[in-house]
């Protein structure tokens, strides 16, 4: 009887071992150790349902107290996976932020200057980033768009302004798989123009530069995080709260140019910062914050955000006008193109000389 004892002893440790362990790995499914930030950006006990995510299946609930975009693993329902394949290397990629029924802007894009033969040698090329839309013939005239133009990439998240995080991170997941060959990435809104004549000529040194952001930068502390609920950009004190301003260096969204070699790791970063809905601060200041080395410029006179000053400037100046970064959108795009073009001489190919390019 006595020798029984400590193998009964034995097996009672061992099943108390067993019911701890069983009972910790239910437990962390719920809960995870925070960094800084993930604290400063959380989703209280009881609140879950009021930050689901929105997909074309359904709403997915979340199951852990902070939350992660959804672009890092919803699937692609639309890839032109094969666009970077076969080219040594791409001058640049131009990552697009557009609506879906944007149709006849992005043809107008394409149309003009994010038309890759106006740049040879260069090689330019565009991938215009969507959601999805609860309208079958919008969605089938989006498909017959992706069977011509073959630049489309749509994920399985509702296209809507608070969806762009998802949209912006699928983006940078979607480069890491396809496209690492590009030379440097820039991601646009559908309503910015780039003068790229004067992006290869005179500022093609970006795409010599590592872990390296190019945009109208905004400095740590010193922009408002809006809490007036009225507001368009009106963020939840559930987020950065007692916080009145945005603790890192970021970028506003509207051109932004990245060295290729951070995109992956700016992508990496995404699994452990908490999903931000605010996608200027979340893609180009916390992922960025995540990343050892990471360095912003600032565009400096190199930006305009006003339509009129950008044409004006071009009108009068032509080849000299200062601006790289401008608006325009629908019948403006093709006012600016014909600004932009005027004192450059065609080929009897269409595309357009560039002066003293290296």
């Known amino acids: 009887m006595n020798r029984n004892r400590p193998y009964q002893k034995f097996v009672g440790i061992s099943c108390i071992v067993m019911i701890t362990l069983v009972y910790l790995t239910f437990d962390n499914e719920e809960m995870h150790v925070f960094t800084q930030e993930e604290e400063d950006i959380h989703i209280p006990w009881g609140r879950f349902e009021k930050f689901n995510y929105e997909t074309t299946t359904g709403v997915r609930a979340i199951k852990t107290k902070t939350m992660y975009p959804v672009g890092m693993y919803a699937p692609f329902l639309i890839n032109n996976r094969n666009l970077c394949r076969n080219y040594e290397k791409i001058s640049a990629l131009v990552m697009v932020h557009t609506s879906v029924r944007n149709f006849w802007r992005r043809k107008e894009m394409r149309r003009t200057w994010l038309n890759s033969s106006h740049y040879s040698p260069r090689n330019l090329k565009v991938i215009f980033l969507v959601g999805t839309i609860d309208d079958k013939t919008v969605q089938e005239q989006l498909k017959n768009e992706s069977n011509l133009y073959q630049d489309i990439i749509q994920g399985d998240f509702v296209d809507s302004y608070k969806n762009l ?95 290729t070699d951070l995109i992956p790791a700016l992508y990496q970063a995404v699994f452990t910062a908490p999903f931000f809905w605010v996608d200027d601060f979340y893609l180009f200041g916390l992922l960025p914050s995540r990343v050892k080395h990471v360095r912003h410029e600032n565009f400096g006179g190199n930006l305009t955000f006003m339509h009129p000053e950008g044409l004006k400037c071009y009108q009068q100046l032509k080849g000299k006008c200062k601006y790289l970064v401008m608006p325009a959108r629908d019948k403006e795009i093709d006012v600016m193109w014909k600004a932009v073009i005027a004192d450059r001489q065609q080929s009897v190919y269409g595309n357009y000389y560039m002066k003293d390019v290296v």
């Not at 005179?202 to 590592?210: C, G, M, R, Y």
């Not at 190019?214 to 009106?234: E, G, L, Q, T, V």
């Open 165 to 259: 995080t998802n949209k912006g991170v699928m983006g940078y997941r979607w480069i890491t798989e396809n496209c690492m060959n590009a030379e440097i990435v820039i991601k646009i809104d559908d309503d910015s123009f780039i003068n790229f004549f004067k992006f290869f000529e005179n500022f093609s040194f970006l795409t010599k530069k590592k872990k390296f952001i190019f945009c109208n930068k905004i400095n740590p502390n010193s922009m408002p995080i809006i809490r007036k609920n009225s507001s368009k950009w009106y963020v939840s004190d559930l987020f950065y709260r007692g916080r009145n301003l945005y603790p890192h260096t970021y970028c506003s969204g509207f051109v932004v140019f990245i060295s």
